[in-house]
Structure formats: C-alpha cells, structure tokens
C-alpha cells in the first residue's frame, strides 16, 4: 500500500495535522459552512484571502460550500457531510451554531471559524490567544453591540420613546442580546418592545406591527440569517418609514439609516488568509483567534431625510462615514 493510500485509510484519525501536505500533488478541497445564505461579498472577501496565500480558488484549490439558509438545525448533518468528504481545511462560519457543529463533527480537520459570538464563553477554544486542538479563526464580537447600537439610535431619533427590536431566538447570543438590549433601554428611558423572529414571512407582519404599535424607530438584531436578508431587511423599514440601525454596514449602503459593527469584508478576508496558512502547513493550535477591534459607525444622510430625520451635527460629527 502506497504512503498516501495508507494515510487516506486512516481517515479523520491523523488527517489535520498532515491535510495540507498529503495533498501536494492533487488540489486540495475545503468545506464551507454557513448558517446563512450565499453572498457575494462574503464570497470576496475570503477569496481574496486565500489568493494572497497563493490559493485562487478553482485552480489552486477546490472550494465545497454548504448553506443552512438560516436553518441550523441542518448545521450538524452539513458539517458532518462535509466531514465525510474529507476536507483539507473545514471552514465554519456565520452563527456561533456552525462553529459548534463543526466542533462536533471533527476532532482531527483543521477548523477556522468566523463568528459575532465570544469563542471561549461557547467553548470553541480554551483562549484567544491559545486556542489549542485543531480550532482557530476570527471573532467579530457584533452580537455584543446591542445596548451600543440602541443608545446610538435614541441619538438619531431623540423623539423616538417607544423603540422596537427585532431579534432570532434561535440564535445562540439571543438570551444575552436581549438582556443588554433591555438593560440599556432602562438607562435610555426608552419603552423597548422586543419582536421575535421565526419565520421568513414574519417579516412584514413584525413590521406591520410596528406601526400599531407607534414604534418610533426598531435595532435590528445582529444574526447571520437577517444580514443575508439585508436588502429585504431594509426595503421594509423604508417602506413602513421606519428609522432602523443595523450591525453591518452593507445594511446602510443598501440604504438602511445607520449601521454600527466591525468589518465581515476584513473578517472573511482573514478567515481566507488562516485558512491558506492552515494549507500551507501552520497548526490551527499556532494561530491565536484574532479578534475585531476596529468599530465603524455609518450613517446614510439621504435616508435620514426621506425619513425627515434631521441628524444632530454632534452625532454625525462622530460617523466615521456619512452617506450622502
């Protein structure tokens, strides 16, 4: 039996430390997984980061991408699916679900992970800095924004007493979003109405409602799901003239009013990057988890005066970009 016949028939057994290099002279495969839907600059990004490791995808190497479209009761079988097909490099992003259901499926494929949630508190990695075993990746920390995206939101719209916020149970950070959502709104002064999410068409009704309820402006809750519903997201609030704040920016390029969050264009790009190193031999254990320490706050001047918001000039003083 040939060295590398040998090493295959071990599958999962010894595989991650010698992926990269058991496949020198075959294009190696990665496996991507994500709780949301396909997006094109997520798609970018992390392309973009592999290239620079000398990985451009569909020559140097083959990319096997599975999408739970929001579903992540699906994450596990995909995972595990995705395991099955012997990856080089399993890649798990979006919710801290795919994260964790790739801990699950494999102990020994080199897993690089990009998520809003704290890795140590959901035991992905025993610290940021050591993340030990065969786990590394990028955490955005967007989950944690809550009450920061709320006070700046009682800022744009000072009148707004009664505010609205909409939120997935099923996500893993939902129980602590809300805690900080109404912790902050205590402090604000503000009568906070939380909305759950379930299903796609609940959308327009929670939308809906928001009218008969007075809503005087809504945070849309950071959730892989609702970012990969982004464009619908914010025709609705434009519809209902509804003022909204969201966690990415590409919410307020779309033209939502306001955004607050890291960067998921430089997220995927480092999440491209750790993954060519892994393919180039590195241990997942040798590369610290980075964290997103960079903050950027947009607001979108031309929707603020569909809304016939007038922007205080202190707020927008402190945008890091205005839309115009």
């Known amino acids: 039996m040939r060295r590398r016949d040998f090493i295959a028939s071990l599958g999962g057994a010894a595989a991650w430390p010698l992926s990269a290099g058991a496949q020198q002279s075959a294009t190696p495969v ?34 096997e991408y599975r999408w739970a479209e929001g579903q992540y009761d699906r ?20 919710a801290v679900h795919t994260a964790l259901a790739a801990k699950a499926a494999t102990s020994t494929i080199p897993i690089v992970f990009a998520n809003g949630s704290d890795p140590v508190k959901y035991g992905l990695v025993g610290s940021l800095s050591r993340p030990e075993g065969n786990i590394t990746g990028v955490s955005f920390f967007t989950s944690q924004l809550e009450a920061k995206r709320l006070a700046l939101l009682h800022e744009l719209v000072p009148g707004a007493e009664r505010v609205a916020a909409i939120l997935n149970p099923a996500n893993e950070n939902a129980a602590d979003q809300s805690k900080d959502l109404i912790e902050a709104a205590g402090k604000l002064g503000i009568d ?16 809906a409602s928001m009218v008969g ?11 892989p799901y ?30 939502g009013l306001a955004s607050y969050g890291t960067s998921f264009a430089q997220a995927y790009h480092q999440l491209g990057v750790y993954t060519g190193r892994i393919l180039n031999g590195e241990r997942p254990a040798d590369l610290p988890v980075i964290r997103s320490v960079e903050f950027k706050f947009v607001i979108n001047l031309k929707t603020a005066k569909a809304l016939g918001l007038e922007i205080p000039p202190s707020v927008s003083a402190r945008a890091d970009e205005v839309i115009e």
């Open 213 to 223: 309820m007075r809503a005087g402006a809504v945070v849309v809750c950071a959730d």
């Open 75 to 94: 994450l596990p079988e995909l995972a595990a699916d995705l395991v099955r097909s012997r990856v080089a490099v399993l890649v798990a992003a979006g």
């Open 192 to 207: 906070l109405h939380i909305l759950n999410f379930s299903r796609e068409k609940d959308f327009d009704l929670i939308f």
């Open 30 to 63: 990665i496996g991507f997984l994500h709780s949301g839907a396909r997006d094109a600059n997520r798609h970018t990004a992390f392309q973009r980061g592999l290239k620079e490791l000398g990985y451009a995808e569909g020559q140097k190497v083959r990319v």
């Open 226 to 255: 609702f970012f990969s519903q982004h464009d619908r997201l914010v025709t609705l609030a434009a519809k209902y003239a509804v003022p909204a704040m969201y966690e990415w920016r590409e919410f307020a390029d779309a033209g």
